[in-house]
């Protein structure tokens, strides 16, 4: 992070350096993009830590049963569509849901559909990339979850 903020400034210093007016009007833009984006986040991490908070992690690994069956398949589908977990804690949460008893294809679809598909933030997904890119792609990381689960239900 450290050597992230600090090549940032050192470009920001080395634009401003060169052209003043337009490293002023980028830093405006872009403090434009981001309060415009700003309110849809906050929303969504509220409904998430609202979500995370009502349902604890023991009826989350009841809700995703024992063996590859295909409710526990669709159920961790949808569970991953609609959190939002950074993969640093994602990753420990399937080793937990593991010990627990869920198979590894149902965690490999959770873990899946939640880096994949996004129903939280399919709202400012459309107004970026439009209405039908958004539900295609987000369709299509569905679908493949389910398939790369159920592959790895059969391997493994």
Do not use: C, H
Request: glycine share 12%; hydrophobic share 60%; charged share 10%.
């Amino acid at each position: 992070m450290k050597l992230l903020l600090g090549l940032t400034f050192l470009f920001l210093t080395v634009s401003f350096i060169l052209d003043k007016r337009k490293t002023g009007e980028g830093i405006n833009r872009g403090m434009k993009m981001f309060f415009g984006i700003f309110p849809a986040v906050l929303n969504v991490l509220l409904f998430v830590s609202i979500f995370f908070t009502l349902v604890p992690q023991e009826r989350i690994s009841l809700w995703l049963g024992q063996g590859n069956n295909t409710l526990a398949f669709f159920a961790a589908a949808l569970m991953g569509s609609v959190a939002m977990i950074p993969g640093f804690i994602a990753y420990p949460l399937g080793a937990i849901l593991v010990k627990k008893g869920v198979s590894y294809g149902v965690v490999a679809v959770f873990i899946t559909t939640l880096m994949m598909v996004g129903v939280l933030t399919l709202p400012v997904e459309m107004r970026y990339f439009g209405k039908r890119v958004s539900l295609l792609r987000n369709g299509l990381s569905f679908l493949g979850a389910l398939l790369i689960g159920f592959i790895i239900g059969l391997v493994l």
